[in-house]
């Protein structure tokens, strides 16, 4: 689709300059700023995009404005040529929108370094903590083929919900949109009452899961009772939470990555001489299963995905990149954790209701590892509880239709005491707790609920094909099939599990 128009002299200049960018999205409606045809720039909030120029001429020569998503060929380019109609001036435009900065009206493009730090960031997290645990019964070998498996599911969908993303900023003709805005667009208000529920379930079962890990290991370092460990850890994250800025957070978040990798490093240097590099050849695939949620949990980044895109202004190369090597980080480290781990430690027996955790046996057996290893979960369930506790909170400030901009204490209340308590009702809920949010939390908001839009988007859509940026996933309706099909066989098989112990 195309829209026709004579562009201001600012705007010439602008793009006889631009740069060409390997992935640019081909629409219309999307870069030319929503409904509103093509034009001069318009302020907006940290971004600029284009809407119509009022000092146009009311007869215009004609011309077009593009968006491509990907570089295309010098034949294709040609041929494209021909089609032109006469006297038909043609504007190629890099990206849907470019990032201003409000005070000096320059550009700020995103990085894609910080994009990709961004998604390590988000994906390591406390979930590593609980892979050795669901991993060792089946084994080093078998564990590795199930984390490369999650983990290209995993990509899939957040690719998704990139290609979604950028379909929704080119309708809306703005950035920022979110998960909620994307479901809303594709699925309707069923769509938002799955994401929203799904989204709040996930945040609270695995806060539930922090706190409780969290004051484990500080009555095992300050000897104090449990409720004790429990209320110092939430208060003073917590509060970090609600009376600091963002820079402060910020700061304190890199203390504790730069905190977790030195911790990490010490850690493989520790334990790698004293590996039982037999143990590793372990494969047991008939114990798969068990582990796939808690694996597939670890590997979530999907919700900064919408301001991935976002900062990166809608340029789906970068974005494809920074989620790919983003995540491929984070899966080496699982792999080096897991291998220290496992090789480590000697057989540990199984209880009948809860998974033996082999940090537990380092600790007691392992007088060099077992502090190292305390250190390292401590700052990985911190740097997550943060980001999860700021998550929830503005999630609830918005639901409760509270005034934006300002900090006001209830959702922070109801973000923080539900995980308290419900820790200290059931001090061994780490692994329950884990395995419920992986299997029916995130295998529903980053599993279904992604092949979902983009299967509305992609085959239910009346937007014309030129309107649509590229697919991100290759495959059509056979890949969609495959990805929404694992994660409800993964769903029903944890149900059949838990519906036969229950009984």
């Given at each position: ?51 119509k120029d009022p000092s146009s001429p009311s007869k215009p ?203 990490f490093t010490a850690l493989v240097v520790v334990a790698g ?231």
């Open positions: 689709m195309r829209y026709f128009r004579t562009p201001s002299p600012l705007e010439r200049s602008n793009l006889s300059h631009s740069h060409r960018h390997q992935d640019r999205i081909k629409t219309g409606n999307s870069a030319a700023g929503g409904g509103d045809g093509g034009g001069g720039r318009r302020p907006m909030p940290s971004r600029g995009c284009f809407q020569t004609p011309s077009s404005v593009r968006c491509l998503s990907q570089r295309q060929s010098t034949q294709e380019e040609q041929e494209q040529g021909q089609q032109r109609r006469g006297g038909e001036e043609e504007f190629e435009l890099e990206r849907l929108f470019s990032n201003l900065n409000q005070v000096t009206l320059k550009r700020e493009p995103g990085s894609l370094t910080s994009a990709i730090l961004l998604v390590s960031g988000t994906t390591v997290g406390a979930g590593i903590l609980a892979i050795p645990a669901v991993t060792q019964e089946s084994g080093f070998l078998a564990s590795t083929v199930t984390c490369i498996l999650c983990w290209v599911f995993m990509v899939v969908t957040g690719l998704l919900i990139a290609e979604v993303n950028v379909r929704t900023m080119c309708e809306l003709g703005s950035g920022g949109v979110s998960l909620v805005s994307m479901a809303m667009r594709t699925l309707g208000r069923a769509g938002v009452q799955m994401a929203s529920w799904s989204y709040i379930f996930i945040h609270y079962a695995l806060l539930v899961a922090y706190v409780a890990r969290s004051s484990d290991i500080l009555t095992n370092f300050l000897g104090t009772p449990l409720w004790e460990s429990a209320s110092l850890f939430s208060l003073f994250l917590g509060g970090i939470c609600y009376f600091g800025r963002p820079r402060f957070i910020g700061a304190v978040n890199g203390v504790l990555i730069f905190g977790i990798i030195i911790s001489g004293d590996l039982h590099w037999d143990a590793l050849l372990k494969a047991n695939f008939e114990a798969v299963p068990r582990s796939i949620p808690i694996i597939a949990l670890s590997f979530v980044y999907q919700n900064v995905v919408p301001v991935l895109c976002t900062n990166l202004e809608g340029n789906l190369s970068k974005v494809r990149t920074a989620i790919i090597l983003g995540t491929a980080i984070p899966l080496a480290l699982f792999l080096v954790w897991n291998a220290v781990i496992l090789g480590s430690i000697t057989s540990v027996q199984a209880g009948l209701d809860m998974i033996p955790d082999p940090l537990q046996q380092l600790r007691s057996t392992n007088g060099a590892v077992g502090p190292i290893v305390e250190v390292f979960s401590l700052l990985a369930i911190a740097t997550s509880y943060i980001g999860f506790v700021l998550g929830l909170a503005d999630f609830l400030a918005d639901l409760l239709k509270l005034p934006s901009g300002q900090s006001r204490p209830l959702p922070y209340l109801l973000t923080l005491i539900p995980p308290f308590i419900l820790s200290l009702l059931d001090p061994d809920i780490f692994f329950k707790a884990l395995d419920f949010a992986g299997a029916y939390g995130v295998l529903v908001l980053f599993g279904i609920l992604p092949v979902a839009m983009s299967w509305s988007d992609r085959y239910l859509s009346e937007s014309s094909e030129l309107q649509k940026p590229p697919e991100l996933v290759p495959g059509g309706k056979l890949t969609l099939s495959l990805v929404i099909g694992s994660a409800v066989f993964v769903i029903v098989s944890e149900l059949i599990e838990n519906f036969g112990h229950a009984h």
